[in-house]
């Protein structure tokens, strides 16, 4: 069955770093569109950044500069490499598979405070 396992996730100081990564299972993973999206408490969740099979890639304003997008098909994994990290930078962050319905993994708590 299809499986993403996001890892990576803790507490940072503001104007550190983090690695998320999200390793898969259960499809063919470089065929795919893979993206990591946040959810803050009280908010909708958003696309962060997105990583299509040919390795385009796009990011959200808000993280344009300070976030990397990559991909391993080798491993079936997608990192999201967080650099510059705010406070509003804070939520649960998932990783998905596919464009529209996709498949998701079940997130990875980011929290950035001093």
């Known amino acids: 069955q299809v499986q993403l396992v996001e890892s990576g996730g803790g507490l940072v100081q503001p104007g550190g770093s983090l690695t998320l990564s999200c390793t898969a299972s259960?499809?063919?993973?470089?065929?795919?569109?893979m993206s990591w999206h946040r959810q803050a408490p009280g908010k909708e969740r958003e696309l962060v950044a997105i990583?299509?099979?040919?390795?385009?890639?796009n990011y959200a304003d808000s993280v344009k500069g300070r976030f990397t997008i990559s991909r391993d098909n080798a491993k079936n994994t997608v990192y999201l490499q967080m650099n510059s990290l705010k406070p509003e930078d804070a939520a649960v962050y998932s990783c998905?598979?596919?464009?529209?319905?996709?498949?998701w993994g079940q997130g990875t708590q980011v929290t950035v405070s001093s």
């Open positions: 998905k598979a596919g464009v529209g319905h996709g498949y």
């Open positions: 990583i299509i099979s040919s390795g385009i890639r």
């Open positions: 259960g499809f063919s993973f470089s065929d795919y569109a």
